[in-house]
């Protein structure tokens, strides 16, 4: 069964989850806790909400490491079950995943939309025509009804007007390419982009202030179609892979850690960069610096999980990146080497102000 990224799970004991990935060990669901019952435990750190009658907190992995690293200890030991150490990757790597068995409901974001577009416009609330009006404007890229989907809180009914953002998934990543392209040439009166006070305020929450120069990143980021606002309430949109277009298949690789190291690489590919987990293609590399035992590898993929790295860098364009460098040896006995910056560790070990992808100018 097809379970792509941005579906919403709920579970038998009360979380709320995103699902994180378009590929998934069997009888599990790698996901992100999006809001977490505060019966088990609790933490004054994170957001509270209050979610179908229940008191919540909402997981944001950019609070600050102390905090996030108690609470992370205190929900290993209440949901242990959600857990879970990937035999196909380094042992001290761990990622939070849903056993099937463990699965209230799933809300698929296309279904969702369906439901949504086929309700008499009149009987729709204001933040409901937001949501369709920018839907059908999306459909005069060419795409269908069933290119789109819909999630996190318009899918779920808890939105509230004037604050809830619009998350539109687009099934396929030609068709999220075709749009973006689509919106590159075309504008609607309703429609405007971030301006560059409002990224500021993202390149400050995400830490990237430590290690990118603000006039750069905000450049490269204004650039992108994907986010905006529509009507004045923000809007962003995912890509999500068909079962047929996944860059990569769970269990058909092994990853060994060499170490982490800080590379400069040519991109000669980037389709891959509008999904999550996505990855650019790379050649030409070079060792900057990090662990000598990466000093001479060549590498052929950077791996990240962070939105703020898809669509940042196009072919033939020199990227310099630094994070966890793996051997992947594939099933049919070859080998190539990765970088991958963003796994969820680096939140809690606190490397996750240290790895980063930027776009260097010639």
């Known amino acids: 069964m097809y379970f792509p990224e941005s579906s919403i799970i709920t579970t038998k004991d009360g979380l709320q989850c995103l699902v994180y990935s378009n590929e998934h060990p069997n009888g599990r669901l790698i996901v992100k806790p999006k809001y977490i019952p505060t ?122 007007q004037n604050m809830s953002d619009i998350n539109v998934v687009v099934y396929g990543k030609k068709n999220f390419w075709a749009l973006m392209e689509f919106l590159e040439k075309h504008k609607h009166p309703d429609l405007r982009w971030k301006t560059y006070n409002e990224w500021e305020s993202f390149y400050k929450k995400r830490n990237r202030y430590i290690l990118q120069d603000k006039k750069d990143y905000l450049e490269r980021m204004n650039n992108k179609k994907s986010e905006g606002f529509f009507r004045d309430t923000l809007f962003v949109v995912f890509g999500i892979e068909n079962p047929d277009e996944t860059w990569f298949k769970w269990g058909e690789e092994k990853y060994r850690k060499i170490g982490d190291a800080k590379f400069k690489a040519l991109v000669n590919g980037n389709i891959n960069s509008v999904v999550r987990p996505g990855c650019y293609e790379v050649e030409k590399c070079r060792f900057i610096e990090g662990d000598n035992s990466c000093k001479n590898l060549n590498i052929e993929k950077v791996v990240f999980y962070s939105r703020d790295y898809c669509m940042l860098a196009f072919p033939g364009e020199t990227i310099e990146f630094k994070g966890v460098v793996e051997e992947v040896s594939k099933k049919t006995g070859e080998k190539y080497y990765r970088v991958v910056v963003g796994y969820f560790v680096s939140h809690i070990n606190g490397n996750r102000d240290n790895e980063y992808i930027k776009v260097i100018k010639k």
């Not at 996030?68 to 196909?88: E, N, W």
């Not at 939309?113 to 933040?127: G, N, Q, R, S, T």
């Open 39 to 160: 019966d088990k435990i609790s933490s004054d750190a994170l957001p509270y909400r209050f979610i179908l009658g229940k008191k919540v907190n909402r997981l944001d992995l950019w609070i600050d490491r102390v905090s996030l690293q108690k609470y992370f200890r205190d929900f290993a030991k209440a949901y242990p079950h959600y857990i879970f150490k990937s035999d196909v990757h380094n042992p001290d790597l761990h990622f939070f995943s849903v056993p099937k068995e463990y699965i209230d409901k799933i809300y698929s974001p296309r279904e969702g939309l369906k439901e949504l577009m086929a309700i008499p416009y009149k009987d729709l609330d204001e933040h409901l025509k937001k949501v369709v009006d920018l839907v059908n404007f999306f459909i005069k890229s060419g795409l269908k009804l069933d290119n789109f989907g819909v999630t996190y809180s318009t899918i779920m009914g808890y939105y509230s």
